[in-house]
């Protein structure tokens, strides 16, 4: 039986201790894991939680993240709880097999400490593992510092595990600024945790032998398609079921989670749209830009998959001008939030001005000041009615400014 | 706001003097962050260290800070690092050094005009606990120059956030922050 942890009522934890102290907190069978900065840490504080007798499940240490997602689908799939961290190159080598766990619908939970992908090699942040991953079938959820860290690892158990849901999930923050970076966290105690989260039920157990089955089958033409339109029709719908976890956190913390994030939004004439820590510094830079007069609103995604459609809508509904800000080099074309968040607004009969911004590749600093041009731009937009500014634009970049359109 | 940016070399202790600083502040309800420039450096690089402390729940997640407190735990980097970036007027520096603050002036004439404080954490260290770990010493200078909080206080503060360690390092410790506070200057 695992020893109760001593834990303060706020205690100061950078995002990698929170996440590994909702791993411990899950109850979790298997853990298999290849450490890789910057989620490093998170595989190391839970290998000392367990040698400390913290944990009662099992950690494996493999030989790579490919194995390590493998070694989560085989124990997932076994039946029993399983989770992983990783980040950037380990996250990219894992790919095959995180199709394989959203597939055989394997509700394996995943921290990922974002991070740029090589080359160049960088450890820093940005979301490039992050939009590598988002069409491979889990569901996404984004924090924006510690404490939602923590709080989203928590709810990811439950709502992939969910008889409804039965989908893996992903937690993503952003690597170093928040990974790295210690605040306040107001943990659950152990006790409270584990029964929020409940106990792992198991579905289709390989080790039920009286009901044999098999995962990870073959199937072609004949059946492949009904199965992935009956996986994406649960994704889906899994929004339902994030709805109902968000709440349940809510009645117990107080702590409120929506799908789709916004910050004074009511009034905003501009809007900047972006994912991770630049959510929490955008508050400050439209809180700013509000005293000169400029109606300033921050808008995110905290479920980035199942991507919340109608409620970005609803979110930019009254917005003149929006600037989504994309931390991934878009290779050929506009970021993703660009273009998803564009998609989204024509549907719903709306055309504000929509900018792209390319940002922060690398752990390139992210200055209050940059965003405040940004909003600067939004709202010479705003007045003109129409793009004044180039559609893509790179902030923060050294050089000759670089744009397109 | 206060802001705090520490200077050191990788492996004297500056993101586990940050932390212990941010714990000891959170205690008291305020906000804290604390964070540190990684990059692939190895022990003995100049590196950075970041503290900011608010009433309020922080938001700013920029690398970019105006400090209010320059902390530099390791002598050499008074010279080779550029402590004075982005300061403002009455930014406050808390400088490890044998010399005087005359001499440390004289020697390095950018600091000439600021308001420095002076304290030699690395003798203070070797004396006390034994080795060349500066950083429970400058957060004793700091409680003098801030006073963030009193001595008595912060110690026993301190010696919670110790509370994992032996109780001789305990002490060591202990002893370091008092002489470091008496001594600033």
Redesign the interface.
Known sequence: MAKKYELNE???W?GNMAAAHALRQADIDIVAAYPIT?STPIVQNYSKFLADGYVDGEFIMVESEHSAMSGCVAASAAGVRAATATSSQGFALMVEVLYQASGMRLPIVMTVVNRALAAPLN??GDHSDMYLGRDAGWINLCSYNPQEAYDLTLMAFKIGEDLNVRLPVMVHQ?G???S?????VRPLQDEEAKEFIGEFKAVNSMLDVANPVTHGVQTEEDWHFEHKARQHNDLMNSIKTINEVFAQFKDRTGREYTPVYTYKMDDADVAIFALG??V??A??AADQMREKGIKAGVVSLRVLRPFPFKEVQEALGNVKAVATLDRSAPGGTFGMLFNEISAALLAGGKKPVVLNYIYGLGGR?????MLKEVYEDLDKCAKAGEPVVPLQQFLGLRGPKLSFY | MLEIRWHSRAGQGAVTG??GL??VV??TGK??????F???AKRGAAMTAYNRVDEQ????????MRPDYVLVIDPGLTYTADITANEKENTKYIITTHLSKEELIKSQPKLEGKEVYVVDCMQISLDTIGRAIPNAPMLGALMKVSGMFDLDYFKEAMKKVLSKFPQKIIDANMAAIERAYNEVH
């Open positions: 706020v205690e100061v950078d910057p450890v820093n952003d170093f600024i928040c790295h970076t210690a605040q306040n820590t630049t929490e510094s508050r400050i600093d992210t200055t209050i000041e | 940050a932390k941010a714990d959170a205690n906000y804290v962050q604390a964070f540190a990684y990059g692939s729940p922080i938001l700013n997640h920029e690398k970019f």
